[in-house]
Structure formats: C-alpha cells, structure tokens
C-alpha cells in the first residue's frame, strides 16, 4: 500500500537493474501481473483492445497483450503513436512478432479497452495520435482498464486536462499520489495495487485496515480511567453551543479516561445535562488564557466553535508552554510559527483554512495536497491532518499517510468537530502519537461508512459518526 513519485519509481527501477533485473525482465513480470488481474476479471468470449505507446508503459501493454492471445483470449492491439522507441519495449515488440502476433487497427465495438499509452514519465496535456486515441475510447461503452496511471494524468499532482478514463487502474509497484489529489482521482476509477516482485519501500502509504488492526488493540479488564488519560477540551461559544457538544461526544464514545469541558457558563449548562460524564471548567478558554491550566492533563484540544481571535491566542501561549498534546482546529487555525515543544502540536485544517494558513489557493492545495500539507509540517514541525476525500495526515519526519475511508456523508457542518473530540481522545489513551492519530482518522471515515451502508449519506449528521463510532470499533477489537 505504498506510495511512490515519479522520480522514486525511476529509483526503483534503477536499484532493480543494478541488482541484476533488467527492465526488459521487469516488463515480463508486469505484464504477466496484469494478465492475472485481468484474466480474473474478463471472460475470453469479450473483445479485448490493448492500446500501447512508445514507451515502457507501452512495452507493459505488449507483454500484456501476448499473454492475452497466446491464452486464448480475443485480444487485438493497437499503437497509436507507432513502434515502441525505448530498447526494452522494442525487444518485447519484436518477441511478440516473432510469436506469430500482429498489430491491428481498431475496428468496430470493443468489450474491454486497455490504456498503457503513457506511464510515470508524461505529463499533461495530451497531444496528437495519443489525446485522439483517449478522447474514442472515453466515447466508448466498454469496461476500460488503465495500466499503472490513466493516460493523460500526472504521477504527482492532480493537474489533468483530458485524461483516459478508467474503470480500474492496476497501479504497479505501489500507488501514484495522483491516485489520491482531486484533478485527477476520478480518472483512476478504483485503484489497485499490482506487486512485480520489486522490494517496496517508502515514506508515503496508505493506513490500511490491517494497520488498525496491528495497532488498535482491546482493552485489558485492569484498566481504570485513569489508564486513558484525562484531555481538556476548549471549544463552543454562547452563539454555536453544538461544536463542544459534538467535539466531546466524540472523544467520550472514543474512549477518552476523563474529559474537562472548557466552554462559556451558558454551554456548560447546556451541556451537562447532555453529557453528565464530563467535567466542566467554566469560562475556560479565559482562565486557560490567564495560565490556568489544569494538572494531569495529557492532551487538549482546542478551536470548534471559537470566535474570538485575542482569547484563543492568549490561552494557546500558555498550552504551547505546556508538555502536552495539542490538537489545533476550526477557530485556533491562522497563520503563526509554532515552538519547538515536548508534546505534539496537530494541525486539522480543511482546504480553506489551510489555504489562509499558506496563502495558497484551495484549489491549487487540492490538486497537490501531498506537498503542501507534508511542506508545512516539515517547516513548522508539526503534524497536518488536511481534512477531505482521502484525507492527508503529514508528519514532521517526512512520514505522509492517507486514509481512504469515509464518504460524501461527511460533507457538513460538525464532522471535523467530532474528529477534534477522537483526536483527543486517542491521543490521551494511546501510547503512540502515529497510529493513534491515524486511527482516529480512520475510525471517524469507517463509522459515516457503515453508516452509510443502510442510510442516504446526504441525511448523515455529525452526531451519527459519534453515536454509530461504538459497534465501529467493536469489530477491530474482536
């Protein structure tokens, strides 16, 4: 479940060859990686046209396209650019001829379109043989397959004009980040990793369930409330009350030891009754801001619901001086510098705020989350949870994950109030910063999943997520 860039998938190949496997022998193996794939996926009475280009991705498409005919499949390829003009790709071209194959051109109605035109090393636009060949194929009613990238999309950025627009895309080696940035995640269709017997290794991956289930583990009968620490909340103002709420019923059904609730003396009372679990410091962010912070607090969150600017900085001043965890959200987020401290600072922006925060547009932010999020935690040392469709959480250490659930449910207001809540509370009952926030990054997409599952997703509330978060997890505890 690797990521790679571009120029770390030319290493690959590089260390690959320096260790004896040529790229003609890579080629074999991703060709016959692709015929597995697909051969599980295409019956031999549909036709099948592999387009290939001139390139490496192209001698993929050759290799692919002979083990198709050399099985008995009705399998036809075309060159829309003419003959390979790489050595490897040429050498398959000349096996494949010299195996009694030839080259056609297309002709009528197809089952299957297979796009292995252009690879890792193209960039948009699309011209000439090539963007005429993407624009009939997109025109097309047949199921269409992208060999490691759509044609017509970046490796690393969401930057795309017209582009082959696949059903399935089997991504060799590991994933491109394109796979993931708006732009150009559509034009992948649903994304699968195909392994070509290359070791695989890198900083970018996605968090997979089997990571949440390697890290997430059931709760030993000894514990007591204070095994899961105690975090301390400031958010919600007179005028949007529901943002504390939301925020602690997502770190209570998270699990969190004990919570405080810093909130005005209007939402306190508004809350208690509410939320009887929790512990209340009234008029908090104030007292907080007068360096009243509370002992045997191990995390705080701080910002849903907060409007004023001057209090917020005051009572941050004082957190940043404190060893703790500190989740940063909604109204705590502006453009600063953060200190060096003991304990995290953890930044969950959507792409407006973090567009304020960088002075980036939201939509250049969009088409080219990676850089941005993982540039500004390597910066600032801090970690950046960029909110949104596969979500980009980037570390100070150059780690960068990306989470691939939840869905369009999760498109309103309190959502990112009920992930600040299971920030904390993951935070305060889990030993290790990483897999506790990725964890409740995942667990706050898996619930508006499941929920999904018997319910319109337009009609999903933020408070769902936190009240459905309960039979979520049970499921990775077991």
Same mark, same amino acid.
């Given at each position: 479940?690797?990521?790679?860039?571009a120029?770390?998938?030319k290493? *690959?190949?590089?260390?690959?060859?320096n260790s !004896?496997?040529? /790229?003609?022998?890579?080629?074999?193996n991703?060709?016959r990686?692709?015929y597995?794939?697909?051969?599980?996926?295409?019956?031999?009475?549909r036709?099948?046209l592999?387009?290939?280009?001139?390139?490496n991705n192209?001698g993929? !498409? *050759?290799? %692919?396209?002979?083990?198709?005919?050399?099985?008995?499949?009705?399998?036809?390829?075309?060159?829309?650019?003419?003959?390979?003009?790489?050595?490897?790709? #040429?050498?398959?071209f000349a096996?494949?001829?010299?195996?009694?194959?030839?080259?056609?051109?297309?002709?009528?109605?197809?089952?299957?379109?297979?796009?292995?035109m252009?690879?890792?090393g193209?960039?948009?636009p699309?011209?000439?043989e090539? &963007?005429?060949?993407?624009?009939?194929?997109?025109?097309?009613?047949?199921?269409?397959i992208?060999?490691?990238?759509?044609t017509? /999309?970046?490796?690393?950025?969401g930057?795309?004009? *017209?582009?082959?627009?696949?059903d399935?895309?089997?991504?060799?080696?590991?994933?491109?980040?394109?796979a993931? @940035?708006e !732009?150009?995640?559509?034009?992948?269709g649903?994304?699968? +990793?195909?392994?070509?017997?290359l070791?695989?290794q890198?900083?970018?991956?996605?968090w997979?369930?089997?990571?949440v289930?390697s890290?997430?583990?059931?709760?030993?009968?000894?514990?007591?409330?204070?095994?899961?620490?105690?975090? @301390?909340?400031l958010a919600?103002t007179?005028?949007m009350? &529901?943002?504390?709420?939301l925020?602690?019923?997502?770190?209570?059904?998270?699990?969190?030891?004990? =919570?405080?609730?810093?909130?005005?003396?209007?939402?306190?009372?508004? %809350?208690?009754?509410? %939320?009887p679990e929790?512990?209340?410091?009234?008029?908090?962010l104030?007292?907080?801001?007068?360096g009243?912070?509370p002992?045997?607090?191990?995390?705080?969150a701080?910002g849903?619901? @907060?409007?004023?600017q001057?209090?917020?900085?005051?009572?941050l001043?004082?957190l940043?001086?404190?060893?703790?965890?500190?989740v940063?959200d909604?109204?705590?987020?502006?453009?600063?510098?953060?200190?060096?401290?003991?304990?995290s600072?953890?930044l969950?922006?959507?792409?407006?705020e #973090?567009?304020r925060?960088?002075?980036?547009?939201?939509?250049? *932010?969009?088409?080219?989350?990676?850089?941005?999020? =993982?540039?500004?935690?390597e910066?600032?040392?801090v970690?950046?949870?960029?909110?949104?469709?596969?979500?980009?959480?980037?570390?100070?250490?150059?780690?960068?994950?990306?989470?691939p659930?939840?869905n369009?449910?999760?498109a309103?207001g309190g959502?990112?109030?009920?992930?600040? !809540?299971?920030?904390?509370? #993951?935070l305060c009952?889990?030993?290790?910063?990483k897999?506790?926030?990725?964890?409740? +990054?995942? #667990?706050?997409?898996?619930s508006a999943?499941s929920w999904?599952?018997?319910n319109a997703?337009?009609g999903?509330l933020?408070?769902?997520?936190?009240e459905n978060?309960?039979?979520?997890?049970?499921?990775?505890e077991?």
């Amino acid at each position: 479940m690797y990521i790679f860039t571009a120029s770390e998938i030319k290493n *690959i190949d590089q260390t690959a060859q320096n260790s !004896g496997m040529d /790229v003609y022998t890579l080629m074999e193996n991703a060709g016959r990686a692709l015929y597995e794939a697909i051969s599980d996926r295409v019956t031999k009475e549909r036709r099948i046209l592999v387009m290939a280009g001139k390139g490496n991705n192209g001698g993929d !498409g *050759i290799v %692919l396209s002979r083990y198709l005919q050399q099985n008995g499949y009705q399998c036809e390829l075309v060159l829309p650019s003419g003959k390979p003009s790489t050595e490897p790709a #040429f050498k398959h071209f000349a096996y494949y001829t010299a195996c009694g194959l030839k080259v056609s051109e297309r002709d009528g109605n197809y089952d299957v379109i297979i796009d292995a035109m252009l690879g890792v090393g193209s960039s948009p636009p699309l011209r000439g043989e090539i &963007g005429q060949a993407v624009q009939w194929a997109n025109s097309q009613q047949a199921l269409k397959i992208a060999v490691d990238l759509p044609t017509g /999309v970046s490796a690393d950025d969401g930057e795309t004009e *017209i582009a082959f627009q696949a059903d399935v895309t089997f991504c060799l080696h590991g994933y491109k980040p394109s796979a993931f @940035l708006e !732009g150009s995640t559509d034009f992948y269709g649903k994304a699968i +990793v195909l392994s070509i017997g290359l070791p695989q290794q890198s900083n970018w991956h996605v968090w997979t369930e089997e990571h949440v289930r390697s890290t997430f583990h059931k709760r030993f009968a000894g514990a007591h409330k204070g095994t899961f620490g105690t975090g @301390l909340l400031l958010a919600g103002t007179d005028e949007m009350p &529901g943002s504390s709420l939301l925020a602690a019923k997502g770190a209570i059904k998270s699990g969190i030891g004990k =919570l405080t609730i810093g909130t005005t003396r209007f939402v306190s009372g508004i %809350l208690a009754g509410q %939320l009887p679990e929790a512990m209340y410091k009234h008029d908090g962010l104030e007292a907080v801001g007068e360096g009243d912070v509370p002992n045997g607090i191990k995390a705080c969150a701080i910002g849903p619901g @907060l409007t004023d600017q001057k209090k917020t900085d005051r009572a941050l001043e004082h957190l940043f001086a404190a060893e703790l965890h500190l989740v940063i959200d909604a109204g705590a987020l502006k453009r600063r510098t953060y200190p060096k401290r003991k304990g995290s600072v953890i930044l969950t922006p959507h792409p407006g705020e #973090f567009s304020r925060m960088i002075d980036v547009s939201a939509s250049q *932010i969009q088409k080219n989350r990676f850089h941005y999020a =993982l540039s500004y935690a390597e910066e600032q040392g801090v970690i950046v949870i960029l909110k949104g469709r596969y979500t980009v959480l980037a570390f100070p250490d150059g780690c960068l994950l990306v989470n691939p659930t939840g869905n369009a449910g999760l498109a309103k207001g309190g959502t990112g109030d009920t992930l600040t !809540g299971m920030l904390l509370a #993951f935070l305060c009952s889990e030993k290790d910063v990483k897999s506790a926030i990725a964890n409740a +990054v995942y #667990f706050h997409g898996a619930s508006a999943d499941s929920w999904a599952q018997k319910n319109a997703e337009r009609g999903m509330l933020a408070s769902d997520v936190s009240e459905n978060l309960p039979f979520v997890m049970k499921s990775f505890e077991q």
